[in-house]
């Protein structure tokens, strides 16, 4: 496998259509990316391509979390800013609807007093989102109601890493059980998740080909060792990727589970690259701070700092400015709040707090260290 050059993710921004293998008219749905500041990343599918992505998912939820059709199903992952452009609803309906035969209540996130409603009328016993937006609804939730009592027995979270005390935070609060799942958009979406013990998420190894390569030399690293994650698809018929660097940082679990299936466990343990994840999940590429800071003739320089305030996202710029007064501010505060991803998390989904903009005087912000950090993260999602 080494001998064959990696695919990156730039390869299919450029030029998606140098990897189909059949003619366009035999796909039927494409899935993009949701966020760098160049063109998102495309994946095409053909009628069979999805069929196999729904059946493997739906093999998924029956192994690991015993979804049956006598569950029903609260879905409420965010499809894209107002279209169809995410995959991972729809794979997911087609998983536990049309295979399994689950009842699901899908609509876009709802606000509380009518989120509240839903679970009354129809009383889901899982629930599946994005750890961010459910962190929230156990927050706002419990002050109107009794959680226990709305009878959510299993959280099914993904697209972004759950820290520690907030899986345990929600479990307690719900006294249901949260499960981690793991996919990326390029690839299949529906790729490994979690079982009973929650000690790493089980790969689908008959979809996939995983390696872990050294992010510095490229050499494949065993089980165990940390480094970043390769993926060749084995069954993808229309686009099918070989060794596609997906950036995320992590490991092979060497042993084998206590829960008996022998599938191979993944720990992510981060990034590569300098793609955040923020809001619920939503990729923001770093560089985004600068188009938006620099944008403004009077910045100099600036550093965003990333921390967790009552479990939601804050963005605190810190920006050097020749003019200190309160209309750079404001200028500075509406290119933050007008970026797509941040503004969804603030009025939408409520898992971004209102950014805070500081102005200094130039010099102010640290420049000792040969490269400047201008985006700082100090959420420790990965624990």
Known sequence: MTKIPITLPKD??????SFFCVPQEYFI???TS????GKPKKAYLTKGDLNRI??????GAKLLYGITKNDVIRLTFQVGYGTE???TR???NRAYGDIIGSLIIAT???PLNEEIEILNEYKPNVFSDVPSRVNYLTKELSKITDLKSLGIEKFLVGAEPIPTPMRDKIEKSWNADVFMGYGINELGLLMAGECEYKNGMHLSETNFFTEVIDPETGDQLEDGETGEIIYTSLDRYGMPLIRYNSHDLGRVI??????????KRLEIKGRTDDILLIGTGDNLHAKKFDDMIFSIPEVVEYQAIIDKKNGMDRITIIAESQIINDKIKKKILTLITNEPKIKDGIESSKTIVKPVIKLVKSGEIDRNSIKIKRVIDNRNLYD
């Open 85 to 87: 452009i995410w995959g």
């Open 12 to 17: 299919l921004q450029n030029n998606p259509k």
């Open 29 to 31: 749905k494409v899935f």
């Open 90 to 92: 729809y794979c997911l």
């Open 108 to 110: 876009d996130r709802l």
């Open 34 to 37: 949701s966020g760098t500041t």
């Open 254 to 263: 060497p042993e084998i589970c206590k829960c008996g299936l022998p599938l």
């Open 54 to 59: 729904a059946q493997s998912g739906a093999t």
